[in-house]
């Protein structure tokens, strides 16, 4: 089992920055695969980004690229989201989640465990 509990969430305005973190508890933490996934009102949860056990391989969205980045300290069984130049479609429930299986997934059914979120509002 694996407990996640997201912090960081706020308001901002467009072009500002945030940084969301996700505390993990329980199983050993760098035997899972960590991904972040947002999910605005009257839409399905999305993908945002995803890191390797050891942090040395990340994944994102491409609607994220090149402005989020994501990243892990397992000596403190966190992992991060970056996010800057913020956008107004960016305003959504951040979730960060778990996974036991390998390759960086996509997809949220492969994510074992969740946390219950954290809202991130850009206002424009």
């Known amino acids: 089992q694996v407990q996640l509990v997201e912090s960081g969430g706020g308001l901002v305005q467009a072009g500002g920055s945030l940084r969301l973190s996700c505390a993990a508890s329980?199983?050993?933490?760098?035997?899972?695969?960590m991904g972040w996934f947002r999910q605005a009102p009257g839409k399905e949860r999305e993908f945002v980004a995803a890191?390797?056990?050891?942090?040395?391989?990340?994944f994102y969205a491409d609607s994220v690229k090149g402005r989020f980045t994501i990243s892990r300290d397992n000596a403190k069984n966190t992992v991060y989201l970056q996010m800057d130049s913020l956008k107004p479609e960016d305003t959504a429930v951040y979730y960060c989640?778990?996974?036991?299986?390998?390759?960086?997934?996509?997809?949220?059914?492969?994510?074992?465990?969740w946390g219950q979120g954290t809202q991130v509002t850009v206002s424009s």
């Open positions: 989640a778990a996974t036991t299986d390998s390759g960086l997934a996509y997809y949220a059914s492969r994510y074992d465990y």
């Open positions: 890191i390797s056990r050891r942090g040395g391989r990340t």
């Open positions: 329980g199983r050993t933490f760098s035997s899972v695969e």
